[in-house]
């Protein structure tokens, strides 16, 4: 291609997020990695040196020998993809975004904020309007940014739910998780406590899935986003599963729908939205999808789900699946800034 | 002890099931295994020459050396304990029943038959006065019985929520279930299928957990079981766990508690019907009860509940867990024995 | 490209091996599908209707709709890959080489036959030459032939010595096996077997490993293989990984050879003998290579080893892993196949 | 009883191996824990309170209440088991002994120091003379002195092989292991790491198994231990297991013996040595021992062998196991604590 691709830089880039950005950002057609950073023990080093690196893919030769700098202003790059810690990412990211730069964040520190938009741009693309506020509210730099993607488990609900939601409304949501170990990061949970076993409980995380879907599955209007109201409510467990959060859904809509009108829904949702991989996929065979053989479907981006039946309590139920660390995480990110690109906004 | 033990039998005792109850009915105070049977393919032979042994004890000695007998009458026994595959279970044991044995059944079979108790005596002993009903109804010879207890689920749900039911009362329960391997027998759930992987999927086991539990939480009145009429949705996984249960559960009360009502209830129900485990343990800790560290609570017969907390759709969440070949199967037949023996019932 | 493709078929489409080899052929330079066969209880049905798709790419699209035909002379192709069960391949392939096919078999049946080459093109490529004795004592028709690819452990190890073999010679090798379930076909090992579990006993495999090795490693001498004369002990063990066979392989030289010389050795072969992947690779990581990251290496081509070190009973011991379904079956039979079609056998 | 039991103290008694020894000193008939100690962190804090206890069982009600203390001598104790990890452990035990602790050490630090023995008393009881040259080298008050136990996996490897060794001599052991995750202690292998997985490397370990056995299995002379000479080469792995490590071992013999022989030694050795376990028991079966269904033999204490076969490059392989946290580690040190007891050396 004769195009040049946009610098883009990775914060947290010794990190699993970051080492998975960096292993997705290999060969994109639009972007080009050209600064590193992380915390102050590591800057200064080259890559290859210190990375602990746990893609079963090589590091990328363009990114191995790079010297990993200090996430601060300075960087020779337009957009930072922030796979920080949130114990740090919330200064960093307003500092950088201050700066002038557009920083597609996976951390949770600003997703709740008022101005900042929490996209998955097939789901809630027009958030992105927030932007606009938040140069005024952040003073930042022209150009200067925060965008944040949902928290692994949230992204794989609302992709699930979302044409459902747009066809028949919610009502409401109880779903309960089976999350993969790569959702808690390296080193993570230790193979004491979740080999042959379930830990029944994920600091935080019913809380992110029950506020944060109801942000994205909101309005924008006039300058700001107005919450969906539906009753959302999550029981998290951990399984022996490397990739893939698995979730039973059961759901109420506001409209009453047939299953065929219901998988119909799911169909042209999917026809419509897709990019060049396909954003929800529903399985005719009840035992799927599975994470081992459908969380990387659509190179990690397809959201599957399946085993649509009714619901006793609620309308509805059925399974559905996502990979947590490519859709629920760096892929969400990469995606945001693909589409930020597309429309023009960066 | 100079007390008689009472003469007991095992039908298919080279399944998995069969296996656990020679597993725990060795050294049993009030039993003593004086027969086993199996399918024609086994009848005749040495019980330690065609087992497939899959326990981590040793085979007990006393039926190691057993020659396996067809499951028909002129076992030498007075009970018999069923852990026949479903295929076969229904005639079986009606013929075992006609001829005077009390069949104490693990399978599926009669569990739904009106005039079959249901039976967990911890929580509906009062079924039990079916068999009266049932004797005339079966035409059993005198002393001839069928009592079942429960699928292995059913059993740890039923446990969880029936202290609060009866305080309580209950409308609407939302269950995941994360079932074990051992579950599904022997050979069961291929590697393949099952390893680093959820299957969202269990034949039957959605309607099993919805069905039974409507019966057994039912009032016994003049001869027959009162249906419980609560709206009960189960979506069932299995997960890479050896054994154990674990279940997320959301349940609507009829009358509203607080968490302190609902705590004291279950402690007070654990404190009363115990007799030498618990049968109802309730974790402070929101991360347990977990199948590996928790499973063998009271030798496999403890059920587990922890992490209760408000349901933004029901009133309350928590988790459960129950050991599903244990308190779920061959340790529920024998509770059902025991009940049956203390009560002067056999 | 214009140029045609070589027609090839897959008996034994429905199992484990034969999906995989549906699976690696889809898109295929050399190769295209274009009949498949099975037994006769599938035999006349379409492939997706009766197939159990284990693979985590979707049915290639070509291959979805094709009718299953019996495993006979008369089907429409030149090659006929074989990955079917030892129990029946025996006689299907020598009446398919007998009518003209060219069988490249993943079966043990005639593997160890004098007049059938066991091949790894980049270890033993002339003993092909065998082909020509082949034809006369099988009577095939002209062009009919059996290659026979070896057990999936025994590529690893060939592969893994094979430049330290021509370089310093090889007296003593003792290897140690972790296989992974994949190995076993599907259904193949139970869960309850091998989840948290090692099962240090594989039917025939150390058998297998120890005779192979040799004739692979074996001279071409006038119409016939000179074996190696290399003392081979192997102990084989099951582990809880899906897919790579690694070894801990301890090992004696003919001639000594330092270090340097050994891992030089390495990397030339690897250098001389690459084709589109890395046939050999060595990771100086001591922790290296490891299934998860590594098996899949090289599209899952690439035998890894690592962390050569000296050992006190033999000369030098180190790490081995493969992929097995690919490196060691479908990939194996395959890379055969396009071997003879470079060299013009075919 | 009316016997007053010893006094015992647990050193690092908030890690994995300090949890297990208070785990299996519960209700102990010998010993009684009277003190319990840990880091600075620890001290002064109530046990229940500050451990993250990850045993099964829950934690002894008579340990759960106390009062962590500092590892300094004023423990009201005669002996102390250590359980400290090697970092600190050093200095910690002498200091201990030298105020008169009898010090039960599980930690590597003083292993190979000369006058200190490293026993497994149904192995090499006679090294426990070394104590009497101690006393004076290490110039303790009275009664003080350390024992140590050997690395989890030599204890497994010693005891397979020592009956063998008395009657026939040893020249040659190759040794693999496959090691239970458990032996990393906690947090230890995070899961991302070994699900699924097999790691070739642990840190040291194969250089203490070869030159531990050679301490264990040598004799005592005149106040020093004379080492075995065997030559030993051990390749380890990691493995995903919970409790228990699996070795193929193959070995030469000093004078050759037929299989027959080998067992009859095996089994006359268990016969004599065993005190209220097995201590090594030799499985028909050779897809036995297996770590889930045989690493807690004997509560833990009995090491299993099995598949005995001949090897062509040594004389003999076998399979081997034992579990890692109980004969391997606590268990080991208790046993050693019991010895001394019953022989009047505490």
């Known amino acids: 291609m004769s195009k040049q691709k946009i610098k883009v830089g990775v914060l947290g880039c010794t990190g699993a997020v970051g080492q998975k950005l960096i292993s997705l950002l290999e060969d994109h057609p639009l972007f080009e990695i050209t600064a590193i950073a992380a915390s102050e023990n590591s800057a200064g080093k080259i890559y290859k040196d210190v990375v602990n690196w746990l893609e079963a893919k090589d590091i990328p030769a363009s990114v191995a020998g790079m010297t990993i700098q200090k996430c601060l202003p300075g960087l020779d790059c337009k957009i930072v993809f922030s796979g920080l810690d949130s114990k740090v990412a919330g200064e960093i990211e307003q500092n950088m975004a201050l700066h002038g730069y557009v920083v597609i964040s996976n951390s949770k520190n600003h997703r709740m904020v008022d101005e900042v938009p929490l996209v998955i741009p097939e789901v809630n693309a027009e958030h992105l309007q927030l932007i606009q506020k938040q140069s005024g509210q952040f003073k930042c730099k022209e150009g200067g940014m925060i965008i944040t993607n949902p928290n692994c488990s949230t992204v794989v609900l609302c992709v699930s739910l979302f044409p459902i939601y747009k066809c028949f409304g919610l009502s409401k949501v109880v779903v309960t998780t089976m999350q993969a170990i ?46 969906a109201s539906i009753k959302i409510s999550a029981m998290c467990n951990r399984v022996a599963v490397k990739d893939g959060h698995t979730m039973s859904i059961s759901f109420e809509t506001e409209r009453k729908a047939s299953k065929e009108e219901i998988l119909k829904c799911i169909e042209e949702y999917n026809r419509e939205v897709k990019v060049d991989f396909d954003v929800l996929r529903y399985f005719d065979n009840p035992a799927r999808p599975q994470p081992l053989l459908d969380a990387a479907k659509g190179k990690g981006m397809t959201v599957s789900v ?41």
């Open 182 to 227: 790569s959702g808690a990061g390296y080193p993570g949970v230790p193979s004491l406590d979740i080999l042959g076993n379930v830990i029944p409980y994920i600091s935080e995380e019913e809380g992110k899935i029950e506020t944060e879907t109801l942000k994205i599955l909101g309005k924008y209007d006039s300058g700001a986003i107005k919450f």
């Open 306 to 346: 399946g085993n649509l039946r009714e619901c006793s309590v609620l309308d509805w139920k059925m399974t559905a699946l996502g990979h947590n660390t490519i859709r629920g995480a760096a892929g969400a990110a990469i995606i945001n800034a693909e589409y930020l690109l597309r429309k023009g906004l960066v």
